[in-house]
């Protein structure tokens, strides 16, 4: 499974309640997604990273924040949560190494009450 | 602006009758082209990708500039090939990739 984790794998929170999703890498890759998956929407990007403290908004990042403060780890924040933001969430990496193939993770159920 | 669309959120299909699961694109520089699946409890994982030109698990698919496609095709469905399909457009700007919607297949015995 490209050495690629999630943590928590699931979890309920309550609106205003402040959230962190944590992806972890083991293969040294450059690049680190996050995307949320939502019927009829498919995968949408929220941040991406192309490197350690670099970071860029993608499409749907309003009310998100990420920190890649080493390699191996993207941290998905969610300041203050809202049931808009219940969904499942999937970290990815690529690179060179993956002849920029997306390696996913298993996903992170969240569910916002 | 850089979008790929898949007007099929469901199809459904019978086992042994042939199955095209449908992508379109846009993207004004030069496209690369891939088909994503996930299968029940499992990853999403890359099926192919229009370089490779190679047939993955009797799959094909071929792309189209004129039309701007990238349209999935099998000849003969096979109860295994139920899944969620997503069609993905990598761009060069920092190796984003744009995802389609996404078209669950069901392929009934």
């Known amino acids: 499974d490209a050495g690629i984790t999630q943590s928590p794998r699931h979890k309920v929170t309550e609106t205003g309640t402040p959230v962190t999703l944590r992806c972890h890498q083991t293969?040294?890759?450059?690049?680190m997604y996050w995307y949320r998956q939502d019927p009829g929407h498919g995968l949408r990007l929220i941040h991406y990273?192309?490197?350690?403290?670099?970071?860029d908004k993608g499409e749907v990042s309003d009310g998100y924040s990420v920190s890649r403060s080493k390699t191996e780890d993207f941290l998905l924040t969610l300041e203050s949560a809202t049931s808009s933001q219940t969904s499942v969430y999937f970290c990815?990496?690529?690179?060179?190494?993956?002849?920029?193939?997306?390696?996913f993770g298993p996903g992170t159920r969240l569910t916002v009450t | 602006a850089q979008r790929v669309t898949q007007p099929e959120k469901l199809l459904s299909v019978f086992k042994g009758a042939p199955v095209e699961l449908k992508c379109n694109y846009s993207?004004?520089?030069?496209?690369?082209l891939f088909w994503y699946v996930q299968y029940s409890r499992q990853r999403l994982q890359l099926l192919l990708r229009?370089?490779s030109r190679e047939s993955i698990k009797g799959f094909t698919a071929d792309l189209n500039k004129g039309e701007t496609s990238f349209h999935l095709k099998k000849p003969f469905a096979q109860e295994e090939d139920s899944a969620m399909y997503y069609c993905?457009?990598?761009?060069?700007?920092?190796?984003?990739?744009?995802f389609g919607p996404g078209t669950s297949l069901s392929v009934i015995p």
């Open positions: 993207y004004s520089g030069s496209p690369e």
């Open positions: 990273s192309y490197g350690v403290k670099d970071t």
């Open positions: 293969e040294n890759h450059r690049y």
């Open positions: 990815a990496i690529s690179g060179p190494g993956t002849d920029y193939e997306q390696y």
């Open positions: 993905a457009l990598r761009t060069t700007s920092y190796d984003k990739v744009i």
């Open positions: 229009h370089i």
